[in-house]
């Protein structure tokens, strides 16, 4: 009897001390509105080393670089509007 009631009142003490936690993320989103620059094909066969991505740059230096990698076989940042 004691054993029983001991066991009883172990599992009510465990599932008293589950604790439920939540994250609340309060991070907030920005909307902007995309511009697209230039599409189309780069000319030098995959020697600019360039993947088909989605690209989002987020300063003039990552910019400046995007442009650098394209023009390395072609200058073809003349043709952006």
């Avoid at 995959?46 to 230096?61: A, H, R, W």
């Amino acid at each position: 009897m004691k054993l029983n009631t001991l066991i009883i009142l172990s599992v009510i003490f465990i599932q008293s001390c589950k604790s439920v936690k939540t994250v609340q993320n309060k991070g907030t989103l920005i909307n902007t509105e995309s511009v697209l620059i230039a599409e189309g094909n780069l000319y030098g066969s995959g020697e600019e080393g360039i993947q088909k991505q989605n690209l989002v740059i987020t300063s003039n230096d990552d910019w400046k670089a995007l442009i650098n990698q394209m023009n390395s076989v072609n200058n073809v940042s003349s043709s952006f509007t």
